[in-house]
């Protein structure tokens, strides 16, 4: 069964930063690219950033491009997103979510989630 | 950007009827589009990809149709647990990866 667990959110003042990790198990985590997707509670997805299975391709949503990185350890089957200069709208729950294809030079769509982390950013 | 679109904004069948959800592309996506179900309090499911072929363990009532900038999920004889909100996702251009805005199905 794979599982995706997510840590490192919390409480963080504008302009600050945060380090999310994910964790995957129960499937070969080197063959797949992953993603992060957010969620306002009532609002729909957003898609964050993803990065293909061997860090050759990554992207990022406009709205945080300049300011988020995404990463992977394969050896430590772990995916990283490194948020600086965090302001009010990027409050959200934040999913790690795995890709459906498997070790393809491109990103597609999501098979399989975590259970979020919880990010605010409040003064 | 690709710009999804989904209509209605909510839809209230009844059980054993027929549900018709709208997504459209604001370019053409070819059949790389995806459809998600979310129940409250939990992460979006991946029901359909390649516009019409079902995910592993959906059941046979969820179908898709269309290519390029239209597409439908239709869901046949509704049953209680498929309230929710549905989100369609388009996968030919990146980044970004968009989804709709959600079509809320009430039964």
């Known amino acids: 069964e794979v599982q995706l667990v997510e840590s490192g959110g919390g409480l963080v003042p504008p302009g600050g930063s945060l380090r999310l990790s994910c964790v995957g198990s129960?499937?070969?985590?080197?063959?797949?690219?992953m993603h992060w997707v957010r969620q306002v509670p009532g609002k729909g997805p957003e898609w964050v950033s993803g990065i293909t299975s061997d860090s050759g391709s990554q992207g990022s949503a406009p709205s945080v491009r300049d300011r988020f990185t995404i990463s992977r350890d394969n050896a430590k089957n772990s995916l990283f997103l490194q948020m600086d200069s965090l302001s009010l709208e990027d409050t959200a729950l934040y999913y790690c979510v795995k890709d459906y294809r498997t070790s393809m030079p491109s990103l597609y769509f999501f098979d399989s989630w975590g259970q979020g982390t919880l990010v605010t950013v409040s003064s | 950007e690709i710009v999804m679109t989904q209509s209605p904004g909510t839809l209230s069948v009844s059980s054993g009827e027929r549900a018709t959800l709208s997504c459209r592309a604001s370019?053409?996506?070819?059949?790389?589009l995806a459809w998600y179900q979310q129940i409250p309090g939990q992460a979006p499911r991946l029901l359909i990809f390649g516009a019409t072929s079902r995910a592993t363990g959906v059941p046979a009532r969820f179908s898709g149709s269309g290519s390029g900038t239209e597409f439908t999920l239709t869901i046949s004889g509704l049953q209680s647990e498929d309230f929710g909100v549905y989100y369609c996702q388009q996968y030919k251009n990146w980044p970004p990866l968009t989804f709709g805005q959600g079509t809320r199905l009430e039964i």
């Open positions: 129960g499937f070969v985590f080197s063959d797949y690219a």
């Open positions: 370019q053409s996506v070819g059949r790389n």
